[in-house]
């Protein structure tokens, strides 16, 4: 196995191990955990995709997530993000895929605003337009490592609050129904996750981080929006140009992402299976955020 680096942050390409042997044996599979401790994204080219593999690969990191209430194939492990039809065909211009396709082209990080969060996810492209449509990158351990100590040391111990509405409203605010709502309280997340492999420490922020507790709201927003911009300056991206075959694999705890446009009327299908944290990866009690009190508020 060879790891050529995608970015002086972070990100590896992974030669010499394909996705359907990564995980088939006790040390191959250290081997593929290790580097995406170290590195939090990983790629695989040319790869055999298909649901099974992915998900038999996935499952060797963690426990799968469900898909949410409101998405494709709700209640599997497969989330599918196309937009095509029924029938196969691209769906017109006002279609519900395309308001999910523009809300995940906010910078965000997979799974922030469920009780549970994410640990990683995995994703390959099965159409791929012949223009744009890439997914980019930034390294939040290495947005961590660039603040200031006065900065960082202000973030220890505060506490933010996801929301999958935050994010979706800036969108389209009539974009969730009232059940998505319900099945999708807002939720309390540490502002950084320490992994305890390498006790590397990241930011962990996402586009459905709306409030900070103990903060006045416009502070709060304030101090979000300065984090993100931070974060995610050109210069700290990883643009990720897709080809038939590819797979990333993402540290969702050291890592923040989007989707980008592409040419209108082009396909575009995405398969990804998300994985739970556990505690191995560093999910605390604190990590598992519902609040009563902010559900019913
Ligand atoms: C995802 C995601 C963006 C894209 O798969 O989690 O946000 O469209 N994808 O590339
Ligand atoms: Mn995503």
């Not at 890439?134 to 351990?141: G, K, L, N, P, Q």
């Not at 807002?186 to 900070?212: C, D, F, Q």
């Not at 590819?246 to 980008?260: E, F, K, P, S």
């Amino acid at each position: 196995m060879e790891l050529v680096p995608l970015h002086a942050d972070f990100g590896a390409e992974i030669k010499g191990l394909d996705l359907i042997d990564a995980v088939c044996d006790a040390q191959a599979f250290a081997r593929v955990r290790a580097a995406f401790d170290e590195y939090s994204l990983l790629l695989w080219r040319r790869q055999d995709v298909t649901d099974d593999i992915q998900a038999t690969f996935s499952r060797a990191f963690g426990a799968l997530e469900r898909t949410k209430v409101g998405s494709s194939g709700h209640g599997t492990f497969y989330s599918r993000m196309n937009n095509m039809g029924p029938d196969g065909n691209v769906v017109p211009p006002n279609d519900r895929a395309l308001l999910i396709a523009k809300a995940n082209q906010l910078w965000h990080t997979d799974s922030s605003f469920k009780a549970l969060p994410a640990v990683a996810s995995v994703l390959s492209a099965r159409v791929i337009p012949s223009n744009g449509g890439d997914t980019e990158f930034v390294s939040t351990r290495a947005a961590w490592s660039r603040l200031d100590q006065e900065t960082r040391d202000s973030l220890i111990d505060k506490v933010a609050i996801h929301s999958y509405a935050t994010s979706r409203d800036q969108i389209d605010p009539g974009m969730m129904s009232a059940a998505e709502r319900a099945a999708l309280p807002p939720v309390r997340k540490p502002m950084t996750w320490l992994n305890p492999v390498n006790e590397r420490r990241a930011l962990y922020l996402a586009s459905h981080a709306g409030a900070i507790e103990g903060m006045e709201p416009s502070a709060a927003q304030e101090l979000l929006a300065r984090l993100m911009e931070q974060a995610t300056r050109p210069e700290h991206r990883y643009s990720h140009s897709w080809q038939q075959g590819d797979v990333l694999m993402w540290d969702n705890r050291a890592t923040m992402h989007r989707g980008r446009p592409w040419r209108g009327g082009e396909a575009r299908s995405i398969v990804r299976i998300t994985i739970s944290a556990s505690e191995q990866d560093g999910l605390a009690q604190a990590m598992l955020g519902f609040s009563e009190e902010l559900a019913t508020a």
